[in-house]
């Protein structure tokens, strides 16, 4: 499978969706996705911006597994989706709760927050 395509079924799992719904929304034949994974091949241009679309990603980061502007602000996009739940839930905490687990994780890890 290209990276293009693992990429595409990581954006998916992400999002709770299969290939069928990408299809139905992008407006192609699911079977050209299984082509393209068996071929190794990467859709084409206009193609590869609509499934950006409607996975919410860039172009860049389905072709290259890079995001510009998260590569530019240091954040691993694997990294950030992997907790993006935890930060939501922390970001409902009070102050005094937010204070305490930067307390416990520094302690822990040894690094400064």
Known sequence: MSNFWERVDEE???????RKALAT????????????IQLGSSPSADTAVKIAKVLNVSVEYLVTGQSQTL??????IKKYKEYSDLIA???????NQKQLVKTIITQMSGWKV
């Open 12 to 18: 998916l799992e992400y999002k709770g969706m299969n």
């Open 25 to 36: 929304e992008v407006g192609f034949n699911l079977a050209n996705i299984g082509k393209g």
């Open 71 to 76: 590569k530019n602000e240091g954040i691993d």
């Open 89 to 95: 839930k922390l970001d409902t905490l009070g102050e």
